[in-house]
């Protein structure tokens, strides 16, 4: 079965690419300073005022976000047991 309506369904083929409308968006300039570089400055003034989100967001894109670890030692007294199943044979 099909529906009636088949005619301009779902995602248009062709969309602007998204960072090419960022570029050009940011990339405007008022007294010298491109948007971009206001956006960040007002970032820095919240950080420098307490904003932790500001602060994580300027630290994070500046420096980098710290790598994740994870610890994979097992620190129990206990044997490890390991349990082995096989499928049921009919």
């Given at each position: 079965?099909?529906?009636g309506?088949?005619?301009?369904?779902?995602?248009?083929?062709e969309?602007p690419?998204?960072s090419?409308i960022?570029?050009n968006?940011l990339?405007?300039e008022?007294?010298?300073?491109?948007?971009a570089?206001?956006?960040?400055?007002?970032?820095?003034?919240?950080a420098?005022?307490?904003d932790?989100?500001?602060?994580?967001f300027?630290?994070?894109?500046?420096y980098g976000k710290?790598?994740?670890?994870?610890d994979t030692n097992?620190t129990?007294t206990?044997?490890?047991v390991?349990?082995?199943?096989?499928?049921?044979?009919?």
């Amino acid at each position: 079965m099909k529906s009636g309506n088949t005619k301009n369904v779902g995602r248009k083929k062709e969309l602007p690419m998204l960072s090419e409308i960022l570029i050009n968006s940011l990339s405007n300039e008022k007294d010298g300073v491109t948007d971009a570089e206001a956006i960040l400055n007002a970032m820095i003034i919240k950080a420098k005022k307490g904003d932790v989100k500001a602060a994580d967001f300027v630290f994070g894109y500046g420096y980098g976000k710290p790598k994740q670890t994870t610890d994979t030692n097992i620190t129990s007294t206990e044997p490890l047991v390991i349990i082995r199943t096989e499928p049921k044979a009919e």
